[in-house]
C-alpha cells in the first residue's frame, strides 16, 4: 500500500475523497487573519472566507483563547441535559440580536437549520389548517435560492441544477420569481402556509431583495397566517453591514419574522448552525413550542464548544464594530469598482462585504483567456485569481463574489482591487 507520505494532496483527494465538490488546486496549510498560506509557502489573501464562515478571519485570539479554555471544562455532552452555554448563547441571539421574544435550536449547519424551518412550517400546517380543515403544506421559496443540499432543502431551492437527479424531493415547494410581488400573491392559494427566502441571494449571484419585496411577503403572512421564515446562513452576522441580514437592504425595521436560520459565520470556522422560533399564536401552543420533545433534535447540535464560540463571534463582531466596518468598506467598494478599468465586469452590486462582480459573457466570448475553454466563466476568473494570490467564490456561471472577513481593511480591499484588475486585463489579451 503505498504511504501518505509519497502521495500528492491532489492525488490523495483522487484516491480517497468522493469528487462532491469541483475543487480548486489549492493546499491550503495555515492561516492568520485575512491571510492564507499553501503547502508550499504561496501567500494569498482571503476574499472566500471559507465561503462567508471565517467572520473573524483566521486565528483570531479570541477564538483561540475559547479552543484552548473550553475543551478543558467540557467539549460535548447530550441535549438530554441543560449545558448553560447553550441557553447562554440562545439568549445573545434574541435579546442582542433578533431583539423579539422567542426561542432557540442549535444545528451544525445552515442545511439542518433550514431543515428545522421547514419542519416548523410543515408542523405548523397542522396546527393551523386551511379553512376546508385540511393542513397547510405549501411553502413558497424563490428562483435563484439557495438553502442547503439535504432532500428537504434541495427541495426548496430555487435552482434545478441542485435538484437535478435526486427525485423524486419533498413535495409542496412552489418556487417563484424573486423580487416579483405580483407573481409572489398570484402563486398564493389556500393550501399556503410560509414564505422561506433569503434577503441577499448568495449562490444565486449576490441578488438583493427590495424593501418592497420584503415588506409585501410580511403582509402576505400577516394576512393569511402564514410562517415568514429568513434564510440568513450566509447575510447574516453583520456579512451585509447589519447583524440581521435584511435590516440592511432598507426599511424593513418594522418586520418581524417568523423563523430565522443562521450558521456560517455564526461561528467564524467551527461547525454550528441555529433557528430562532418566534413567540406567537400558533394553533393551541405558541410557535417557539410548537416543535415539543421527541419532534426535532440534533446529537452534535450546541455543543459547549459551539456555543462557546458562538458567543465570543458575536461579542467581538460587536466590540470591534465589524458590522461599522463592512458597511463603510461596501460603498467603497462599490465606487472603486465602478471607477477601475475591469475588463469583462458588466456591473457589482452587494450589501456589506457580500459583494458580486457581474460578468459580461458578451466580453468573454472575445477575450483570449477563455478560447477553447468549457468552464463557466466564473470559474476561469476564479481561478486566475487564486493564481495571481486572491482567493474569491464563484456563484453560478456568471458572477464572482468577494466575501471577505468582517476583519478585512482598506488596505486590503486596495490589495485586492489591484490583483483583479491586472487579473482581467490579462484574461482579455
Not at 465570543?312 to 461596501?330: P, Y
Request: include cysteine; charge should be negative.
Amino acid at each position: 500500500m503505498m504511504e501518505s507520505d509519497d502521495m500528492t494532496v491532489g492525488e490523495l483527494y483522487d484516491e480517497y475523497v468522493a469528487p462532491t465538490y469541483g475543487r480548486f488546486s489549492i493546499h491550503p496549510r495555515r492561516g492568520k487573519g485575512t491571510q492564507l498560506w499553501d503547502e508550499e509557502g504561496k501567500r494569498y489573501l482571503d476574499f472566500g472566507a471559507g465561503v462567508a464562515v471565517n467572520s473573524l478571519g483566521h486565528a483570531h485570539p479570541a477564538l483561540l483563547e475559547v479552543f484552548e479554555r473550553q475543551p478543558a471544562d467540557l467539549l460535548h455532552c447530550s441535549n438530554l441535559y441543560q449545558p448553560r452555554g447553550q441557553a447562554e448563547l440562545a439568549r445573545i441571539l434574541i435579546e442582542d440580536i433578533v431583539k423579539s421574544r422567542g426561542k432557540c435550536f442549535f444545528s451544525n449547519s445552515g442545511t439542518e437549520a433550514n431543515e428545522g424551518l421547514i419542519k416548523l412550517a410543515r408542523r405548523f400546517g397542522e396546527a393551523v389548517p386551511s379553512s376546508s380543515g385540511k393542513p397547510r403544506r405549501d411553502i413558497i421559496s424563490f428562483l435563484g435560492s439557495f438553502h442547503g443540499r439535504s432532500t428537504g432543502a434541495m427541495a426548496a431551492t430555487g435552482q434545478e441544477k441542485v435538484r437535478a437527479g435526486f427525485g423524486p424531493l419533498m413535495s409542496n415547494f412552489v418556487h417563484l420569481p424573486f423580487n416579483d410581488i405580483e407573481a409572489l400573491r398570484a402563486g398564493l392559494t389556500e393550501d399556503s402556509v410560509a414564505i422561506l427566502l433569503e434577503a441577499v441571494q448568495g449562490e444565486g449571484g449576490v441578488r438583493i431583495a427590495t424593501p418592497e419585496f420584503l415588506a409585501a411577503a410580511a403582509e402576505i403572512c400577516r394576512e393569511r397566517n402564514m410562517l415568514l421564515l429568513l434564510d440568513e446562513v450566509q447575510c447574516g452576522m453583520g456579512r451585509c453591514g447589519e447583524l440581521n441580514g435584511w435590516h440592511a437592504i432598507g426599511d424593513t425595521s418594522g418586520i418581524v419574522p417568523d423563523g430565522i436560520s443562521w450558521a456560517k459565520g455564526l461561528g467564524g470556522g467551527f461547525p454550528i448552525g441555529a433557528i430562532w422560533f418566534r413567540d406567537r399564536p400558533a394553533g393551541e401552543v405558541s410557535l417557539c413550542d410548537l416543535l415539543g420533545p421527541g419532534s426535532h433534535g440534533a446529537t452534535y447540535g450546541g455543543s459547549p464548544l459551539g456555543c462557546a464560540l458562538g458567543k465570543v463571534v458575536i461579542e467581538t463582531i460587536v466590540s470591534e464594530r465589524l458590522t461599522e466596518n463592512a458597511g463603510m468598506l461596501c460603498g467603497k467598494i462599490l465606487h472603486e469598482a465602478n471607477s477601475r478599468s475591469l475588463p469583462m465586469i458588466s456591473g457589482v452590486r452587494g450589501l456589506g462585504l457580500m459583494i458580486g462582480f457581474q460578468i459580461d459573457p458578451d466580453a468573454v466570448a472575445g477575450a483570449g483567456g477563455f478560447t477553447g475553454e468549457s468552464k463557466a466563466a466564473s470559474v476561469i476568473v476564479v481561478e486566475a485569481l487564486a493564481e495571481a494570490g486572491l482567493l474569491t467564490v464563484p456563484a453560478g456561471s456568471d458572477v464572482v463574489r468577494w466575501l471577505p472577513p468582517l476583519v478585512v481593511t482598506q488596505a486590503e480591499v486596495d490589495e485586492a482591487f489591484e490583483i483583479m484588475e491586472k487579473v482581467l486585463n490579462k484574461l482579455i489579451e
